[in-house]
Structure formats: structure tokens, C-alpha cells
């Protein structure tokens, strides 16, 4: 079956460092990887929409600068919070698609930023 | 504001009864229309979908029930067990490609009791 692992599960950062995140697609090929955030207010935010091949997309309020994010293959992606602060806390998620016209997304187990 | 909403934080239904969960939606773009479950500290999973061509699909005791012209879906669960206890997301998808965007709510806590 389809699982993806994420990691690190929790992180404990001082504000103004950053933080970086993994995600490892098993059992399948990830087309394209979703990026969000779900905030201490339980709203799920995406952040950005990576397909292989293709540029990652950012939704408004969500940077390249702040939120780099790396897709060099099928099984792999990374996002980076950069800079953290108060505001960037929260639970972040990875979503993997399968296949560029599949709707399922099939998420990690979630990262969560405390910012100090 | 928010293009996904789900209006009851919590639910609460005892064993056996029906769980019915409630999601309204404003984007008319959307075509593809999803629930998730998830525990705490684990992955959202899905539970069934259905894109806008049908407006009922079943799958055991779960059926979801769309209607596309009052921007509603909703979820029910017949025979809802302890097990069930959990946050259930409801999602919307539009686009395709490498422009698929899936849109969450909030969630609702969904609390089967014995």
C-alpha cells in the first residue's frame, strides 16, 4: 500500500531559527506533494503544490523565500520553514499524489513546529 | 474566508446510532468532494469520495451525500461504533495536473459512546 513517512515528528525551535522537514513516499510514486499547515486555530492551510517536472506552486501568503521546498524525485520532498517565529507554529503535513490525475492524497504523520 | 467550512466543531452520538457530518462549500470549481478521518497524532486518511457526477456514493456503513446545487456534502455513518471516535475532515478538490488543489475544513471531533 501507499504510506509516507515524515519526519522529524516534533521540533522545539528558538525564534529565528529554522526548520527543515522530510517526507518519504513508500510504496508508490509521488507526482506531486502537497505542503500544509494546520494552525493552533485547526485551519488547514496549503502552502504549496510541488509536481515533479513542473514549478511549485505557492498559495498567497506562502513564499519561496520563507517556505523553500525541494522535490528532486518521485519518493522525496523537503520544506524548509525559514526564520521561524510565533506565527509559523503549528502541525505541517505532506500530501503525495500518486498519479498526476489522482485526487487522493496520501499524508505523512505530520511535523510539528513549537517556536520558543 | 474560508471555501470549506465545517460548521459543528463536535459531535457526539452513541453506539449504534447514525453520524451524520455536515460540510458547505463556495467555490463552484470544485469537482471532487472527499472525507477524511483522522486520529490524534496520526495521518489523515481517506475515507471515501466522490467526484460531481454522482450525488450519493456507499461503501459499507459509510455513505457520502452530495448536493451540488445547495454547495453541501455530508458524510453518515450507520451503526457508529467507539471505534469511529475520531476528527473527520471533509475536502474539496478542483483542477488537475500540477493545478490539483484540495481545499480542508476545519474538521469535527466525532465522539461514539457506549
Known amino acids: 500500500g501507499a504510506l509516507v513517512y515524515q519526519y522529524p515528528r516534533r521540533t522545539i525551535c528558538k525564534s529565528g531559527t529554522s526548520m527543515r522537514m522530510e517526507c518519504q513516499a513508500v510504496g508508490f510514486q509521488a507526482t506531486s506533494v502537497a505542503w500544509y499547515r494546520q494552525s493552533p486555530q485547526k485551519t488547514f492551510e496549503l502552502i504549496a503544490l510541488s509536481t515533479v517536472n513542473s514549478a511549485i506552486k505557492y498559495e498567497q501568503n506562502f513564499t519561496q523565500e520563507k517556505f523553500p521546498i525541494s522535490h528532486p524525485n518521485l519518493s522525496f520532498s523537503s520544506m524548509t520553514v525559514l526564520n521561524a517565529y510565533l506565527e509559523d507554529r503549528g502541525l505541517y503535513l505532506c500530501g503525495a499524489r500518486d498519479t498526476p490525475s489522482g485526487n487522493t492524497l496520501y499524508f505523512g504523520e505530520g511535523s510539528r513546529l513549537i517556536v520558543v | 474566508g474560508q471555501q470549506v467550512k465545517q460548521s459543528s466543531p463536535s459531535l457526539t452520538v452513541q453506539e449504534g446510532g447514525i453520524s451524520i457530518l455536515n460540510c458547505d462549500y463556495e467555490n463552484d470549481m470544485f469537482d471532487y468532494f472527499a472525507w477524511y478521518k483522522k486520529y490524534p497524532d496520526n495521518s489523515p486518511t481517506l475515507l471515501i469520495s466522490?467526484?460531481?457526477?454522482?450525488d450519493k456514493r456507499e461503501d459499507g456503513r459509510l455513505t457520502v451525500f452530495l448536493n451540488k446545487s445547495g454547495k453541501h456534502f455530508s458524510l453518515h455513518i450507520t451503526a457508529s461504533q467507539p471505534e469511529d471516535t475520531a476528527v473527520y475532515l471533509c475536502?474539496?478538490?478542483?483542477?488537475?495536473?500540477?493545478?490539483?488543489?484540495?481545499?480542508f475544513g476545519k474538521g469535527t471531533l466525532l465522539t461514539v459512546t457506549p
Open positions: 475536502a474539496a478538490g478542483e483542477g488537475g495536473g500540477s493545478n490539483y488543489k484540495l481545499t
Open positions: 466522490v467526484r460531481s457526477n454522482v
